[in-house]
């Protein structure tokens, strides 16, 4: 007992339990109320980990867990706060669960939240078309383009390819993260052209590129990482690869299955062009 005499605080430390997370401490998420697809940052207390420990988020429907590192050292640090940012959800609520790991041990704490996310502007469908005579995609955000296409106005071989995907208006309220999608189209290969890509856009708006801007077609998300934020699919992009022979065409689809068919019979893959909301 002599040194602990002499070394209390030390003491007292080493004999304590280990600490489980702060009971009941809440979890602050910033903004508070945050807006669809936008990032957020969530913030919580731990005595158990620490800043610069790895965070992993995951949404599984309405429930995003929060699991991070942990250590069982023995020692009691100070509490400290961990911050990690939640690249963007769909609207609605999300029950928050917050688990810490050590080894292949995983507590949930019972600090517990939930956190709103909230609508920005209502989403249109993008209509997808094949003409079985030329070969070639297309797709519309125009309700009146898409109706003078089923009527024949396009010229014949055209029909409704699949249920194509969601995007915002190009004028209106949309999220932020939404971005803008140029038209594009080429007399050469009688064949539009989209992209959300903003030095893709510009490249093509130039002289001499052989396509002609024909504005905004509507606003999408896109994907960070290759990957697409919770409450949405992946829109695939594909390319017919046949500009040698003055037959350039793209195709966007949100079936895995029929991008892979695709590949298969000699499209090439481009990855994911948009995310599409549920």
């Known amino acids: 007992m002599g040194t602990c005499k002499t070394a209390q605080l030390l003491c007292a430390l080493l004999t304590l339990p280990i600490a489980a997370e702060a009971q009941n401490t809440p979890i ?12 957020f940052e969530l913030t919580f207390s731990t005595h158990n980990g620490g800043i610069g ?36 959800l769909a609207p609605g609520t999300y029950a928050v669960k917050l688990f810490s790991r050590v080894g292949s041990t995983l507590t949930q704490s019972p600090t517990q939240s939930s956190v709103s996310v909230a609508p920005i502007g209502e989403t249109q469908q993008i209509h997808a078309f094949f003409n079985h005579r030329s070969g070639h995609y297309f797709i519309t955000a125009s309700v009146a383009e898409r109706d003078g296409i089923v009527q024949g106005m396009a010229g014949d071989g055209w029909f409704i390819s699949d249920k194509g995907f969601n995007g915002w208006p190009a004028a209106g309220a949309a999220p932020d993260a939404a971005k803008p999608v140029c038209r594009f189209y080429s007399q050469v290969v009688n064949s539009h052209f989209y992209t959300a890509g903003a030095a893709e856009c510009e490249g093509l708006k130039q002289a001499g590129s052989g396509w002609a801007y024909e504005g905004i077609a509507f606003r999408a998300l896109i994907p960070k990482g290759g990957s697409c934020p919770g409450g949405t699919v992946p829109i695939w992009r594909l ?18 299955e029929t991008y892979r068919s695709m590949i298969a019979n000699g499209w090439v893959a481009e990855g994911v062009a948009f995310c599409s909301p549920n």
């Open 28 to 39: 602050v998420v910033t903004p508070a109320y945050p807006s669809a697809y936008e990032p």
């Open 239 to 256: 390319y017919n690869d046949r500009a040698a022979q003055a037959d350039s065409n793209h195709r966007f689809v949100a079936s895995g």
């Open 53 to 88: 420990w790895p965070v992993n988020v995951s949404v599984d429907g309405s429930t995003l867990t929060v699991e991070y590192a942990a250590t069982d050292s023995g020692f009691v640090p100070e509490e400290v706060q961990v911050t990690t940012t939640v690249a963007g």
